[in-house]
């Protein structure tokens, strides 16, 4: 039932977001095509719900041909080497929806969520995000609109063609999907790609998010999406649009 709502509560916010923000996105399109030769528009092919793919369009925040590079950016990766989850002391799921995410573990003196134990539990790995802090190949406008996250406006107009939703997993690229199709992270996908997420309100643009955290964030919403955590990621975006870092 609340899939069918949810739909058409896309289809209502991607309208009237599109309406409400077509100054800025006008305003972008020309700063963008006056200030660095390339197209405006950025179609990067992603990997949504079920593994279906599609293209998730952005705002041209890099020089032309810089996605031909990210081979050698591998060395500046945020994500290089997956960091120990031991560390991680309290489950940012039960602090978004403010009470237990999951079912508690009891341990001698310590109770934790099965979340939270997940997380401690993981091995280090290689990494399968690729996120680069300061990346050389961003344009100065375009560090303007990633840390305003103009950018991502235009992915309103992947909401109404149902390619993925106002709130959800972010839809990967192809080379980080084609790593997490193992047991452990598969179940991610099975939850509707969105503009925001879990990860981007508790996490987003901080050096120290963990490749495991990030995973196990994503296969919490897919298990337990609804509309009480919708509502409360949506209500928690806005305050988390400004980034701490140039990511």
Same mark, same amino acid.
């Given at each position: 039932?609340?899939?069918?709502?949810?739909?058409?509560?896309?289809?209502?916010?991607?309208?009237?977001?599109?309406?409400?923000?077509?100054?800025?996105?006008?305003?972008?399109?020309?700063?963008?095509?006056?200030?660095?030769?390339?197209?405006?528009?950025?179609?990067?092919?992603?990997?949504?719900?079920?593994?279906?793919?599609?293209?998730?369009? *952005?705002?041209?925040?890099?020089?032309?041909?810089?996605?031909?590079?990210?081979?050698?950016?591998?060395?500046?990766?945020?994500?290089?080497? !997956?960091?120990?989850?031991?560390?991680?002391?309290?489950?940012?799921?039960?602090?978004?929806?403010?009470?237990?995410? !999951?079912?508690?573990?009891?341990?001698?003196?310590?109770?934790?969520?099965?979340?939270?134990?997940?997380?401690?539990?993981?091995?280090?790995? #290689?990494?399968?995000?690729?996120?680069?802090?300061?990346?050389?190949?961003?344009?100065?406008?375009?560090?303007?609109?990633?840390?305003?996250?103009?950018?991502?406006? +235009?992915?309103?107009?992947?909401?109404?063609?149902?390619?993925?939703?106002?709130?959800?997993?972010?839809?990967? +690229?192809?080379? #980080?999907?084609?790593?997490?199709?193992?047991?452990?992270?598969? !179940?991610?996908?099975? =939850?509707?790609?969105?503009?925001?997420?879990?990860?981007?309100?508790?996490?987003?643009?901080?050096? #120290?998010? !963990?490749?495991?955290?990030?995973?196990?964030?994503?296969?919490?919403? =897919? *298990?337990?999406?609804?509309?009480?955590?919708?509502?409360?990621?949506?209500?928690?975006?806005? +305050?988390?649009?400004?980034?701490?870092?140039?990511?």
């Amino acid at each position: 039932m609340y899939k069918h709502f949810k739909r058409s509560y896309d289809i209502c916010a991607a309208l009237a977001g599109l309406i409400l923000f077509s100054p800025v996105l006008i305003v972008a399109a020309i700063l963008i095509k006056l200030t660095s030769r390339g197209n405006i528009f950025y179609v990067s092919p992603r990997v949504g719900q079920y593994y279906k793919t599609f293209g998730m369009i *952005k705002f041209r925040t890099m020089y032309a041909q810089s996605d031909k590079q990210t081979a050698l950016m591998k060395d500046l990766n945020q994500y290089k080497t !997956s960091q120990d989850t031991s560390t991680i002391r309290t489950c940012p799921f039960c602090e978004i929806l403010t009470e237990t995410c !999951s079912t508690l573990l009891i341990a001698d003196d310590v109770v934790i969520c099965e979340n939270l134990h997940l997380m401690r539990k993981a091995q280090k790995k #290689e990494a399968a995000f690729m996120k680069i802090a300061n990346d050389p190949r961003v344009t100065p406008l375009g560090k303007l609109l990633r840390k305003t996250s103009i950018d991502e406006l +235009p992915q309103l107009i992947n909401i109404l063609k149902g390619d993925m939703s106002l709130i959800g997993n972010r839809p990967l +690229p192809l080379y #980080e999907a084609e790593k997490l199709t193992t047991d452990d992270a598969i !179940s991610r996908f099975n =939850a509707p790609s969105g503009l925001t997420g879990l990860w981007q309100i508790t996490k987003r643009g901080k050096g #120290e998010v !963990s490749e495991q955290e990030r995973i196990e964030l994503d296969k919490t919403y =897919a *298990k337990e999406f609804s509309f009480k955590t919708d509502f409360k990621i949506f209500m928690k975006t806005f +305050p988390a649009l400004l980034q701490e870092e140039n990511v």
